[in-house]
């Protein structure tokens, strides 16, 4: 792939794919600088300057897209709920360079939480909307998202896969019709429906082209704490914007509803509910990438491929580590069908630490290897000099001590005042 790719074009310093694997995981994976992936390499004899590390990590981007889409493909192939029908949940973070103010990267997660792992990833710059449409589902798979996936536009694209929908909803922005045509007012269904606490309707949505699906609006209204404090978060937003509070915001905001394809034939409104709170695992993922595998901790400036690069060769850490945990603990303890124990939270941060070892290789070097390498990382010619000590303070350290430590030997030790 590395070939294919012109990741790999001419073999110097470093020798092989494998030898550039292990320089892209260094720098990314370990969190090396690039001087000191140089220095890394020329401990073992292959004279290379940061600047030839650069160039040669910038032109990874590619290799590395393919070998994850690769990775995940043998993984999609392994991995196997062993149900009927498989839990997708899509969600997106923020990556931002450092200096930066604004995001400038988006990175886009597909993750089965039965398995609990990874199954899709897609990384977009700030331009990449959050959309259930940036992967593809099987048949009868059950794809979850937050409100932000709630577009009529990529609903029915999931639906024409043969995939079932269960998005939470702001009925604000999405249309809601019967089947003749007509608007739906789902202000006044939500009055009515105050006095149980409970909302079942059935719908169509429809996009610019005209497309429409059948879905249903599950809806559950709020405790009357958790309503006190939607309305002063809603109030405290519109002041911010310099907006008037709207009524419909104010009713919509004392309802949790969900939009699913799955009717009440397949499954009830409080089984809905219940299947929709999963969806908070994937955001248990994304924290572990964040705080175990330093995710978002970028370290190249905006608009380099370097940060691609860094980008992409984190996920595939992840996904080796999430290997490596299964190879050697399986799989049974975690998954949701079972009464579970634990997480891979510990265990994948031993895992880093073992795959961080390895990929530096210093452990095994001798004395030698440490001086070589050392010319490296020494500071380059700058008006700037690292700070010495003057000749007369130099002089004076070097003068004798031996009056001094007379004088000090004369005095009363604490042992003698003690006594």
Same mark, same amino acid.
């Given at each position: =792939? ?11 310093q ?7 694997l ?6 990314a ?26 160039e ?10 393919t070998?994850?889409a ?12 062993q149900?009927? /029908?498989?839990l ?25 939480p039965?398995? @609990?792992?990874?199954?899709?990833v897609?990384?977009?710059?700030? +331009?990449?909307?959050?959309?259930f ?8 798979d059950? #794809?979850?998202?937050d409100?932000?996936y ?6 029915i694209?999931?639906? %024409?896969?043969g995939?079932?929908v ?5 009925? @604000? ?31 169509y949505?429809? *996009?610019?082209?005209? !497309?429409?699906?059948?879905?249903f ?6 405790? &009357? ?6 309305? /002063?978060? #809603? ?14 915001t104010?009713? %919509?905001?004392?309802?949790?509803t ?26 248990l993922y994304?924290?572990?990438? +964040? ?15 370097l ?7 984190? =996920? ?15 799989? &049974? ?18 895992i880093? *630490?073992e795959?961080?070892e ?5 452990? *095994?070097?001798?004395?030698? !290897?440490?001086?070589? =390498? ?21 002089s ?16 009363p ?7």
């Open positions: =792939m590395a070939i294919e790719t012109h990741a790999f074009r001419r073999a110097r470093i020798k092989s794919p494998r030898e550039l292990r320089a892209v995981f260094s720098y994976v370990a969190d090396y600088s690039l001087r000191e992936v140089a220095a890394l390499l020329t401990g073992e004899h292959r004279w290379i300057s940061d600047q030839a590390v650069h040669r990590l910038s032109n990874c981007g590619a290799w590395l897209e070998l994850l690769h990775l995940l493909g043998e993984k999609a192939t392994q991995v196997s709920s149900i009927g /029908r498989s997708k949940i899509v969600d997106a973070t923020i990556l931002t360079c450092p200096a930066a103010r604004g995001t400038d990267y988006r990175l886009h997660l597909c993750y089965e039965i398995s @609990q792992s990874s199954c899709g897609k990384l977009t710059d700030v +331009k990449g909307a959050e959309r449409t940036h992967f593809d589902y099987d048949p009868l059950i #794809v979850l998202g409100r932000i709630g577009t009529a536009k990529h609903i694209k999931v639906i %024409a896969q995939a079932d269960l998005v939470r909803q702001s009925l @604000q922005q999405l249309g809601l019709y019967t089947q003749a045509g007509e608007r739906v007012d789902w202000q006044e269904l939500l009055i009515k429906a105050q006095a149980t606490g409970r909302l079942l309707l059935e719908a949505i429809r *996009d610019a082209e005209g !497309q429409q699906a059948k879905v609006i599950v809806g559950q209204r709020l405790r &009357e704490a958790e309503i006190e404090s939607a309305r /002063r978060q #809603v109030k405290r937003s519109a002041s911010d914007k310099g907006h008037k509070t709207r009524a419909a104010l009713l %919509a905001g004392e309802w949790l969900v939009l699913t394809t799955l009717g009440p034939a397949e499954l009830s409104a409080e089984m809905i509910l219940q299947l929709y709170r999963v969806r908070w695992h994937i955001e994304i924290k572990c990438l +964040k705080s175990i595998l330093k995710l978002g901790q970028l370290r190249a400036s905006r608009g380099s491929q940060a691609r690069v860094h980008l992409l060769a984190k =996920m595939i850490s992840a996904l080796v580590v999430e290997t490596v945990a299964v190879e050697r603990l399986g799989r &049974e303890w975690r998954q949701m069908t079972r009464g579970r124990r634990g997480t891979w939270f510990r265990v994948w941060k031993m880093r *630490d795959l961080t390895t990929i530096s290789g210093t452990s *095994d070097w001798q004395a030698w !290897q440490w001086r070589l =390498m050392l010319k490296v990382i020494w500071e380059r010619r700058r008006k700037r000099k690292l700070q010495r000590l003057s000749k007369q303070v130099i004076w350290l070097h003068e004798s001590p031996s009056s001094k430590l007379t004088r000090t030997s004369n005095q030790s604490l042992i003698h005042l003690a006594a």
